[in-house]
């Protein structure tokens, strides 16, 4: 490459956003460089590369480019030097701090940088402020009291200067002093006028954010705090150079009763102790860290794969020791070099928070603290009884069932099992628990008949399926039969063996078993039971093949049962709501909403909460309008037990967004997040990514994207990359409306390189094409014709003609603007050999990428002065795009073709286009002004400068514009 393309790479390399990647870009350009023997460009590029360093995670690199520099600089003085002395004296400052914070390098080496940054600063003339700033940090990083104060009174009366911190880090340093030596009012008050200000440093205002956390909740600003923590943990979730304050908003979690969401930003961050920036942000990224694992209860935590160590769950408690023995290691390294206890003493007090005071909500998807952590439920071994206060805490506490039960004090065994079993068929969960514990508490250590026991057992099965504890339930109905069928007791025996066959056929492996058992009950049940068992019988066959998908089969079987479910309204509810099930399964909807209507009807008629809530939300699926499934989740949130609670948010949820209700579905996201929290339960990675979406579509992007990273992770825990990826889509939409947009682009080369294979060649292109628009929208030209090409490309492999074309007329605008007429030429002659191969087909997709298609080449031709060529390409397709109602596109093309007819001294012609185009445009369209101007131009060159100059006012045009 010659000097001048090494030149030209370093412009590109500045425009990059901070990270590995321009570090790696930095040093293959040094290594080009330093071959290319060019001592300016060597300069020069090693200053860069000293920023790129220290904003890009890895300052220890710096040391050595600022060194080179420096010693270049002395060494053999050159005219272009002093153009970037001020770039020189200003990095003194990031060697002064950046030494500090590895404990291998002697603390004189520090002092030595800053005398020489001190004697500098005065032989130029420049204040030292901001060596006195930097005397302070050392100063207070030993432990020297006294000192810090000193120097801090030097560095807030000296003048400030050019070469002083900008007027966002200057402040934040303050503001970490004062919250420091416990003056809080005066760190806010310090910090109002700068966050009022136009802060414009890449580290701010996330620094003085940062450094705020405490100071807004000492001083009892709640909220202030919150918004703080949201906003600026935003903007340094990315940069590994950020570990340090990562660490500050972990604490600010803990301090404030946020153990979940502190865990989450740790869990998040783990990896990047692996290759922290410094030994001083491991220190405290890994003392904060602890700190809060230590009050997530028994948990675990996903640490990702490092080299040597696979990814794997590890126990949050052991994390937490392993982190406070690097944190103490390191502190202690600091300590013997600095000759103080200072760092050991300081570490020991972040390894010891915890939460204190009222607690502040600050997840933007867990709505409050949990009342403890998950893993806390009481543990009671199968088959063995369960003490009253066990189960007693295991009880929903939802608003539809009663709090207080009374049992009879004289009822004899049997009689409490009757009760049970009886409260267990109308669906009064209380008074069954109750019956049981009443049993237990009287007789569980007396000597009871085998008819008894077998009930029992029973009915101890009926708790443990109610419990998801199948294992147990199959465990203690085998037991029930066998002592049935020993007694002769042959309905009770087949009522038991239905429910045992229900159960086996959730499991692949027992399903005949299952099939026999429930099909042998119904039929000993058709003949010995009552009507009410012959019931039950069938609607047990029924239940057992729709596990098993045979949703034909299993309505055959309810179609057994009587219409009356043998007088059982509890039954004939349960009944209608399988039927409901069963019809929706098969698509029969009207049918499958007239049986859950009809399951809502009895439920509402008996008080029976369960029914009802089951009914609604079946009723909700249903229904086509949404309206009407939100009110029957409506009906069905008052109903719901505890238990149920989750299922109807999350319907309701969805109800909302289809019924256009955005705002409010957030908030039953949020409510079903936090209750899947709470409850230990799978699935908040999914809601979450549901919360985020409806975030993105309330315009609340960056709660959206806080919940999106969240999703992302859980979503990558549980090994779901699809879904995983098409929340990374999610959120990568959300960081470009945010603005942030190598965040974005980021997101979509992972997705780029995850979606690899063959089947998924048009999610690929659709990415590559996206991260083309952004890079298009960012003015990063040269960048997006790349991505253009690339999802062009993947679009032919996946034999997408138009979506190339689309592609390649995208690449030929972008290598247009970048102003690269070879790339742009070639683009446009692989468009024109696309549209050759679409041209004839009529269809409107086809036709307006056709015209829009000629449109682009003709700019192409227009820059290349091959105006002719251009014209001839744009006969017809202004018709053509308003014969498919593209309005607004074909008085575009109209536009360019005036613009040509002028360039070709032919304003007569170009008058009146130009006239009745601008006559068609919306008053606020983008196109009004430029079409003004062209036009303006036209009725100059006829001759008619009074209008032209009336035009030009109209449309407060600048006749040089």
């Known amino acids: 490459m010659s000097d001048e393309d090494l030149w030209r790479v370093l412009h590109g390399i500045a425009d990059m956003p901070y990270g590995a990647g ?61 153009r970037h002395l001020h770039q020189l004296l200003w990095q003194f400052k990031y060697m002064a701090s950046g030494l500090l914070k590895f404990p291998e390098v002697p603390l004189d080496r520090t002092y030595a940088v800053l005398d020489d940054m001190e004697r500098r600063y005065r032989a130029g003339g420049h204040s030292l402020q901001a060596v006195h700033k930097h005397r302070f940090r050392v100063a207070e990083h030993v432990g020297d009291v006294e000192a810090a104060a000193h120097w801090h009174r030097l560095w807030q009366t000296t003048p400030r200067d050019e070469l002083s911190d900008c007027a966002g880090c200057d402040p934040t340093s303050q503001v970490g002093y004062l919250a420091d030596t416990g003056r809080d009012a005066e760190a806010v008050a310090l910090a109002e006028p700068v966050l009022a200000g136009r802060l414009t440093c890449i580290e701010q205002p996330q620094a003085i954010l940062t450094a705020l956390l405490l100071p807004y909740l000492r001083t009892g600003r709640g909220d202030q705090a919150r918004d703080a923590h949201r906003e600026a943990y935003r903007r340094l979730r990315g940069n590994l150079a950020d570990l340090w304050d990562i ?41 904060a860290s602890a700190a809060a694992l230590r009050q997530a209860g028994p948990s675990t ?41 200072h760092q050991s003493e300081w570490i020991a007090r972040r390894l010891a928070v915890q939460a204190s005071g009222e607690h502040v909500p600050l997840s933007a998807s867990v709505r409050r603290r949990p009342a403890r952590p998950v893993g806390d439920e009481p543990v009671v071994e199968q088959g063995t009884p369960a003490s009253s206060a066990d189960r007693a805490r295991r009880v929903p506490t939802g608003r539809a069932e009663p709090q207080a039960v009374t049992v009879p004090v004289d009822a004899g065994p049997d009689d409490l099992l009757d009760l049970a079993e009886q409260s267990w068929g109308r669906h009064d969960r209380a008074t069954f628990r109750a019956a049981l514990v009443a049993f237990d508490d009287r007789f569980g250590s007396a000597e009871l008949p085998a008819l008894t026991s077998a009930h029992r057992l029973a009915l101890r099965a009926s708790e443990r399926g109610d419990e998801d504890d199948t294992d147990a339930a199959i465990t203690l109905n085998r037991a029930a039969l066998e002592l049935y069928r020993e007694a002769g007791e042959e309905v009770a025996a087949e009522t038991v063996a239905g429910r045992l066959g229900v159960l086996l056929t959730r499991s692949d492996d027992d399903t005949d078993e299952g099939l026999l058992l429930v099909r042998e009950a119904a039929e000993v049940l058709d003949r010995l039971g009552d009507a009410g068992q012959r019931a039950a019988g069938h609607d047990r066959v029924a239940l057992a093949l729709l596990h098993r998908e045979r949703w034909a089969d299993a309505l055959a079987a309810l179609d057994r ?14 009944i209608a709501l399988h039927r409901g099930h069963l019809l929706e399964q098969l698509d029969r909807v009207d049918e499958a909403r007239a049986a859950v209507e009809e399951a809502r009807r009895i439920g509402r008629e008996l008080g029976v909460g369960e029914v009802v809530t089951g009914a609604c939300l079946a009723y909700a699926r249903l229904v086509d309008d949404p309206a009407d499934a939100v009110a029957a989740c409506d009906e069905a949130l008052a109903a719901a037990l505890a238990d149920a609670e989750l299922p109807v948010r999350v319907t309701r949820a969805r109800a909302l967004l289809a019924a256009g209700r955005a705002p409010d579905a957030v908030d039953d996201f949020v409510e079903a997040v936090t209750l899947c929290v709470e409850r230990g339960a799978e699935g908040d990675a999914f809601l979450r990514w549901e919360l985020a979406n409806a975030y993105r579509m309330v315009g609340r992007l960056a ?95 996946g034999d997408l003609p138009l979506d190339e074309l689309r592609a390649r007329r995208r690449e030929t605008y972008a290598w247009f603007w970048a102003d690269d007429r070879d790339a742009a030429l070639h683009a446009v002659e692989v468009v024109d050999g696309l549209a050759a191969k679409l041209a004839g087909q009529a269809e409107p ?34 018709d053509r795009l308003r014969s498919i109602e593209a309005f607004g596109e074909a008085a575009q093309v109209e536009a360019l073709i005036g613009e040509l007819l002028l360039r070709m001294d032919r304003p007569a012609e170009a008058e009146p286009l130009l006239r009745r185009v601008l006559g068609g445009l919306p008053a606020a369209s983008r196109q009004v002004r430029q079409t003004a101007w062209l036009l303006a131009r036209a009725l100059d060159l006829l001759d008619r400068p009074a209008e032209a100059a009336a035009l030009r006012a109209e449309h407060d045009l600048d006749e040089d514009d």
């Open 22 to 82: 321009k570090i790696a870009a930095l040093e293959q350009l040094l290594r080009r460089v330093d071959a290319a023997d060019d001592r300016h460009l060597a300069f020069v590029t090693r200053m860069q590369a000293t920023a790129g360093y220290i904003y890009g995670g890895e300052p220890a690199k710096s040391f050595v480019t600022f060194s080179w520099c420096l010693s270049e600089f002395d060494s053999d003085p050159q005219p272009y030097h002093q």
């Open 247 to 287: 660490a500050d908003h972990i604490e600010f979690c803990t301090l404030t009763g946020n153990e979940a969401r502190a865990v989450e930003l740790v869990e998040r961050h783990l990896d990047w102790l692996d290759r922290p920036p410094s030994p001083a942000a491991a220190m405290h990224f890994a003392a």
């Open 301 to 341: 935590v996903y640490r990702r794969a490092a080299e040597g160590r696979p990814a794997a769950e590890v126990s949050a408690a052991s994390l937490a020791d392993e982190l406070t023995e690097t944190a103490t290691g390191l502190a202690a390294r600091f300590d013997a070099r600095n000759g103080t206890t």
């Open 561 to 574: 049962v009587p219409a009356d479910a043998g007088g059982d309204q509890h039954l004939a509810a349960r």
């Open 703 to 797: 709660e959206a994207a806080e919940v999106a990273e969240e999703a992302v992770l859980g979503l990558d825990r549980l090994g779901a990359q699809a879904e995983a990826d098409r929340c990374r889509h999610l959120l990568a939409g959300v960081y470009a409306g945010l603005g942030e947009i190598d965040p974005a682009l980021a997101l979509l080369e992972q997705l780029a390189s995850n979606l690899d294979g063959p089947d998924n060649l048009p999610h690929r292109a659709q990415v590559l094409e996206e991260a083309g628009g952004i890079l298009y929208d960012a003015d990063r030209d040269a960048a997006a014709g790349e991505r253009f090409a690339a999802a062009a490309e993947a679009y032919r492999l």
């Open 845 to 878: 997709p086809v036709l307006y990428e056709l015209a829009m298609a000629a449109e682009a080449g003709a700019r192409v031709l227009t820059g290349q002065d091959r105006l002719n060529e251009a014209l001839a390409r744009l006969t017809g397709v202004p």
